[in-house]
C-alpha cells in the first residue's frame, strides 16, 4: 500500500523483453533504497512493482502482461522518468489517501492552463471510470493522490500547486499525455457491497439505477 505521495522522480535504465512481458530497470534518483529489500515493492508511475534485483543505483522488477496492457508502463522507453513511493510501513504517515498500485485504467491530459501560481488540468478517465470519480474525491495520477476540483461527464479537474509540479511528473505532461489512473479504493468496495448478492453471478455489472432504487438511494420504489 501507499499513499500517493510521490517521494522521487527516477529515470528508466533499461528495458528488457523477457518471455513476453518486460524486465525494468529503474534508477531511484533520491529515492533512498537503504531500507529497501528483494520483494518489497515501489510505486512506479502508479504501478505497485516488486523489487526484484538492487543495483545500487535502482530497481530491477518484473512487469507482467497485464500490467503492459493495462498501464503505460509498456510505452515506456530509456530514458523516461517515473514517479517513485516506497511502500508504507506502520510509522508512515498518511499523507494522501489509500493507494493500492493497482492501476484501473489510462487517462488523458485534455488541456491545462495556468490558475494564479498554481497549474490547472482538465484529464479525461475511461467512460467506465467516470462513475467512480467525483467531486473533491481522491483520485491517483501516475502515482501521485489528487483532489478532484470538478467533474464533467469523463472529464475531471485537477489543481497542481508548485510543490507538486516541480516534485512530479506534472511539469512534463502536455495535451495528449496518457498517465495511469487509480481510483478511490473506497468507492470500487462500496460499489460491489451495494450490490449484494448480485455481485456474485456472472458478468454482474456496475450499479445502475434500478440497483440504487431497490436499496433505498432513491427515495425507494423503482426507478423509471
Known sequence: MFTGIVQAVGEVAALQPSGGDLRLRIRSGKLDLADVELGDSI????????VTELPGDGYWADVSVETLDYTTLGKLAVGDRVNLEKSLT???RLGGHIVSGHVDGVGEVVSLHTD????????RAPDALARYIAHKGSITVDGTSLTVNAVNGAEFDLNI?????AETLFSEYRAGTRVNLEVDLIARYLERLVLGDAAAQ???A??????????GFLGGGKAR
Request: one cysteine or more; proline letters at 8%.
Open 116 to 123: 494564479a501560481r498554481s497549474t490547472r488540468f482538465v484529464l
Open 161 to 165: 500547486i508548485p510543490q507538486t509540479m
Open 206 to 215: 456496475g450499479l445502475s439505477l434500478e440497483t440504487l432504487a431497490e436499496h
Open 90 to 92: 506502520p510509522a508512515s
Open 202 to 204: 456472472p458478468g454482474a
Open 43 to 50: 510505486c512506479t508511475s502508479g504501478v505497485c512493482l516488486t
